[in-house]
């Protein structure tokens, strides 16, 4: 029998990423390849799941009612303007199944998470690129790129390259997509990591209809193995979303987890003070090694330009027991680029002796 399927199914290559698993690594390998919070997971929520692991007998909530009230009070925003899913890469695909087709006009500005540019052509869209290492340094000629009744997406702060645009240049953008009667996904899971500034534009759901914001507990709350995270836009946009969503796609423990992160409030500034501290001394440290040179970076993780190989480093790394991201992968990078998470300072320690120690 022939078996078939949509052709940007058949043509659909998944993006790689990073992490132990990505190399059935051991738990002995330490892992700068990931971007979560350098403190973890709270204790609080580790103590939480264990005192409720029976609820995996159970079916979870179907609307995650409890979350959603316990985001309600984080974003300040109602209900009716939030929808979770199981992790913000779920998040991305449904958006884009709901919205994006093959007719649809994309602009993304790369390097940057690749999920964007799979999850549009998965639904058989032929997205369009704006390469730039620091987006706020080229908005002049970005935003006449910005397509009629299309979809712009935006990493703010950017992954890989860690720049972040002020929420005066983000508004510029939204402003202009919306006189264009274009939408703006906004993917925000690292701001909430950025010490030094507030950028958001979460509040400015309330003035742009066509502007969709997503945000992830994994990353702020060191909650990757649970997968969580949950989206801000206007009610229009926010229904559509729930009407496309996987039943039970949010498990009873991540629902639990979530509540238990989002009551911890002094988790967030701590893992701030942390990434500003060892953020610089990292960069320091590296800037130092012949042949690397580490792009400025707002938040827990660094873009670093090396000399060398990015995958020879990642294998001679790999023999220190250190894991790192090999960038060569992101579209408008090379294989000179690698990219490393801000962890404890004695982590830390030991990945400059490694790099420092290379040949």
Known sequence: MKITAKSSILKHSPASHGGRNSKNLGLDVLDFSSNTSPLGCPKSVKGYLKANITKIE????????????????????????IVVGNGAAELIYNFCSAFISKNSKVLIAVPTFQEYESACSLNGASPSFFKSMNLSQDLSSFLPKIPKKGFVFICNPNNPTGTILSRQQMNGIIGAAKRLSTIVFADECFIE????????????????????????????????????????????????MKKIRVPWSVSSLAQDAGIAALSNTSHLAKSKKLILQEGTFLQKKINNIDGF??????????????????TRLQNELLKKKILIRDCKDFRGLNGNFIRIAVKSHQENLKLVAALEGLK
Do not use: Q, W
């Open 293 to 310: 040179y580490c792009h400025d970076s707002a938040t827990t993780f660094l873009l670093v330009k090396t000399k060398a190989c990015s």
């Open 58 to 81: 159970e079916y979870p909530d179907l609307n995650s009612d409890l979350l959603l009230s316990s985001l309600k009070e984080h974003t300040k925003f109602e209900k009716s303007n």
């Open 193 to 240: 990591m950025v010490p030094r500034s507030d950028e958001s534009v979460m509040g400015d759901v309330k003035k742009f209809d066509n502007l969709f914001v997503l945000r992830s507990l994994t990353k702020s709350f060191g909650l990757p193995g649970i997968r969580i995270g949950y989206a801000i836009s206007s009610g229009k946009i926010i229904s559509i």
